[in-house]
């Protein structure tokens, strides 16, 4: 049967009606799941958890007011287990605010820390009110500086979907929503903004870049930092937002929109634009602690909820502190696991993200007495969940208080791991460190030590983040220069391994300025030469700098911003970062899915991975030795790819012995860092030919990047033949 | 909201007032389907709005989708700045046929 009358009877039910009176609003009791605030037919679902609280009072506040209209407190009757849930009728969900008031004991030794006397956010806040204007000071009073909205989740996708890229061809860009755009010479109209972000999509493909991972975008206070700069006595913020107060709201001060509650909209157009252009969407994503602190902290939300179910204490009722920050999420008890799996899977499915980067992972892998788990339930759950199941799941393997699991991160075949080690190495190498080029060719090659039952795709390869120098300060500076963070420069990380080039900072010597300009190409050419998946940050491709502040996570302006003024400036580093990142891609043998080589064809040329060393096969790894030369090959049964990557960190020249190549095939240099620009780089299918073939000079702390081609084809590859490239006679 | 309407040129020309939110979408909506019923290409002259929530957007939208299913054409014209920084900021102003006077809409759509 079909027909418009019966599906119109279906359109009704037959619970929407009230069944009590409280403070005026006609209620009835709710639904538990799903936990927060959902829209139902005539009213508002609100349901709540709390298993050791005596009473929980739903206070509702017209929209933009500082007191409540009403406050209605849950009767015993609508509480199924340990949630409350109650179903109001007449409610605009467009013009409320809501929030829960919680009574219960005080008994911090016990765990318990119920205080009737705050309005507690909703940890399932879709929207957040009190922060909707980046930087401005709330407008509400600080009895209840918080509160929750009710989202649309209708929009119109037009047919868009995660896409699913392979782990291995992901070439990760990690960027700041605010700082990527607020700098007046980013040109755009929404500037800080996911709008202004959505404008500079071309500039994004332009580089090549396929994934964008947000430092948090998870609802925070800007303005919880105490702390002033002791240098200019401004006021000092929490501009990287690593204090979440809402999981499942996107902050409303990142939205142009966000003054008019529409900053899921605006989330969700700029996921679907970004896909548009093959870009997909990874969120650093913050839950090892939340933004209460300690004892000391403010009532915001868990702490008043269910203090002992969120929080890891101790066994007198203290919070553990393995994140540094004052708490520690309870990311293993099942309650907590619920609210990460609700939280992770309402994102990947809402706002269709395709994947997620773990600040402080290794606290999802301690029991809620901080021991650690050979098999943490919640990272186990994550890697085998339904609907995160194409969802990237990158963890930062370590925590605050020295567990470091790079390598051995439990990840059940799903997980990869920021490689901390390649960070080093790489660095080390660098700045010409003595016997590292054995610690260099493991973490160019895909780090076989930690991943090799994993394949390359395991390690994501980093030389810089958010959290340190810039790529540009990295070669600017020894030491670090935070005096402008209002702790007397005792913060940040002290390892930086960095080195100056011979000048501390701004540096007039064009000597000084060359060498630099040399190593960064350095670094991005083992970057992006390397096994595993790369990650740069942006404004790394510019050149841009902190000054030698290497933890600028308390600064919103010209320190943390993206100068777009850069990218004319610096053209010569773009275009060098978007060849490499081009080459990359064109190149398979470079995107490896296993350590080892997948099979043993007679028609290979060689290995999937080799070294060599100034003569051809014969690597050396003694300690005074700073050349490493690599050549990686990959053969799909007709096409034959091979990348030849000499890095020397010696300050001398140094004559490599080229590996030889079947009769029919000849090196063609890539790149040389060595060289003046425009001869740094070539666009990749267009690199002219080696003249001596046997044979190569490794300028002075530089690195050279080869392919092999076609001995008789031309130079005249066009990109769109990219694809194409390299096709190369079988041998033999 | 008020909602006005009046022929020009062929095209049918809805003049929406005030605010379009929550408390006012769903008789707006009603008006504007009882207006445009007669299947005839409409401006939707927005000059005298005063703001637009989200509730108003998705009127708009589901308004301008059942339209298209009937292959009658629809044209914003007159957008106030906010409102139009708001529509383009979320995405929504790309479904749509944008003038900027009501006599550009009227002449784009006949």
Not at chain 1, 191 to 197: D, M, Q, S, W
Not at chain 1, 431 to 460: C, F, H, N, Q
Not at chain 1, 613 to 626: F, I, K, L, V, Y
Request: aromatic share 10%; net charge negative.
């Amino acid at each position: 049967m079909t027909g418009g009358p019966q599906t119109r009877l279906l359109d009704e039910r037959i619970d929407s009606y009230a069944t009590h009176q409280i403070s005026g609003f006609p209620v009835r009791p709710g639904r538990p799941l799903p936990f927060g605030a959902a829209r139902v037919q005539g009213g508002v679902n609100f349901s709540v958890y709390s298993t050791h609280a005596t009473g929980v009072t739903l206070v509702l506040f017209q929209r933009g007011e500082g007191q409540p209209m009403a406050e209605l407190p849950f009767p015993p009757s609508f509480r199924i287990g340990g949630v409350y849930a109650m179903t109001v009728f007449g409610l605009d969900p467009e013009a409320i605010e809501y929030a829960y008031r919680i009574d219960g004991p005080f008994d911090p030794a016990a765990g318990h820390r119920f205080d009737p006397h705050k309005v507690l956010l909703d940890p399932y806040a879709r929207l957040m009110y009190g922060r909707e204007s980046w930087g401005t000071a709330s407008r509400y009073p600080d009895s209840a500086p918080y509160r929750a909205g009710i989202a649309y989740d209708d929009f119109d996708w037009e047919g868009d979907r995660p896409l699913c890229l392979p782990s291995r061809d992901l070439i990760i860009y990690e960027a700041h929503v605010r700082g990527f755009t607020r700098h007046p010479s980013s040109g755009v109209r929404h500037p800080g903004t996911y709008a202004g972000l959505v404008e500079k999509i071309p500039y994004l493909r332009d580089l090549g870049i396929n994934c964008i991972e947000l430092m948090p975008v998870f609802e925070f206070d800007e303005l919880d930092n105490p702390r002033r700069d002791s240098v200019h006595g401004q006021h000092l913020y929490n501009y990287w937002g690593y204090n979440t107060l809402a999981f499942f709201a996107p902050k409303a001060g990142y939205a142009a929109t966000g003054l008019h509650g529409m900053q899921v909209d605006e989330f969700k157009n700029m996921v679907k634009q970004l896909h548009r252009a093959g870009i997909e969407v990874v969120l650093d994503v913050v839950f090892n602690h939340s933004a209460e602190g300690d004892e000391r902290g403010p009532t915001l939300s868990f702490r008043g909820l269910d203090n002992c179910t969120y929080y890891m204490l101790t066994p007198d009722g203290r919070y553990y502190n393995f994140s540094g920050t004052g708490n520690t999420l309870n990311c293993n008890h099942p309650v907590v696991r619920g609210f990460i799996l609700d939280c992770l899977r309402y994102w990947a499915a809402e706002f269709h993200i395709d994947g997620f980067r773990f600040d402080l992972a290794a606290i999802l892998g301690r029991s809620p007495d901080g021991t650690v788990l050979p098999n943490p339930p919640v990272i186990e759950q994550l890697a085998h969940d339904p609907v995160l199941r194409d969802c990237k799941l990158i963890a930062e393997a370590w925590d605050a208080v020295g567990l470091y699991q790079v390598g051995h991160f439990p990840d059940y075949r799903r997980w990869s791991e920021w490689n901390g080690r390649y960070r080093e190495g790489v660095r080390r190498f660098l700045k010409s460190d003595m016997g590292i080029t054995g610690e260099l060719a493991m973490r160019m090659s895909g780090s076989a030590d930690l991943y090799r039952t994993r394949g390359p795709a395991a390690s994501v390869n980093f030389i810089t983040s958010h959290d340190g120098f810039t790529l540009r300060d990295l070669v600017s500076y020894n030491e670090k220069h935070n005096d402008a963070n209002g702790e007397g420069n005792l913060d940040g990380d002290y390892s930086n391994y960095s080195w100056n080039c011979g000048v501390e900072g701004p540096a007039d010597d064009p000597v000084v300025r060359a060498l630099r300009d040399r190593q960064v190409r350095n670094a991005f050419l083992i970057l992006l030469t390397s096994w595993g998946i790369p990650m740069l940050v942006a404004g790394d491709e510019v050149g841009r700098s902190q000054l030698g502040n290497n933890n600028a996570y308390c600064h919103d302006g010209e320190l943390s911003w993206l100068d777009w003024n850069l990218v004319r400036e610096n053209s010569d580093l773009f275009r060098f970062v978007r060849c490499a990142i081009a080459f990359r891609l064109a190149h398979p043998a470079l995107r490896q899915i296993k350590h080892h080589d997948a099979e043993d064809l007679p028609e290979r040329w060689f290995p999937a991975v080799s070294w060599h060393g100034t003569m051809a096969w014969e690597p050396d790894w003694a300690s005074h030795n700073r050349l490493v030369a690599a050549m990686f090959y990959a053969f799909d049964g007709t096409s034959h790819d091979c990348v030849y990557v000499a890095a020397n960190s010696y300050w001398e020249e140094l004559d490599v012995e080229l590996p030889r190549l079947p009769a029919d095939a000849a090196w063609r240099q890539f790149a040389d860092t060595s060289a003046m620009p425009p001869l740094d780089v070539h666009e990749p299918g267009r690199e002219p030919m080696l003249t001596g073939q046997s044979h190569a000079s490794v300028a002075p702390r530089s690195a050279l990047a080869l392919v092999a081609g076609h001995v008789r084809s031309s130079n005249t590859f066009h990109p769109e033949e990219r694809e194409l490239w390299p096709s190369m006679p079988r041998c033999g | 909201m008020e909602l006005s309407r009046h022929t020009q040129g062929g095209v049918t020309v809805i003049a929406l007032d005030g605010s379009l939110d929550s408390g006012t979408a769903p008789g707006a909506q009603e008006d504007l389907e009882r207006l445009m019923a007669d299947g005839q290409a409409i401006v939707l002259d927005m000059s005298r709005m005063s703001y637009m929530s989200s509730a108003g957007l998705r009127i708009l939208l589901l308004v301008h989708r059942r339209t298209e299913e009937d292959g009658t054409k629809v044209a914003l014209a007159s957008v106030p700045a906010e409102i139009r920084a708001v529509m383009e900021a979320t995405g929504f102003l790309d479904f749509f046929e944008v003038c900027d006077t009501v006599d550009d809409g009227v002449e784009v759509l006949t």
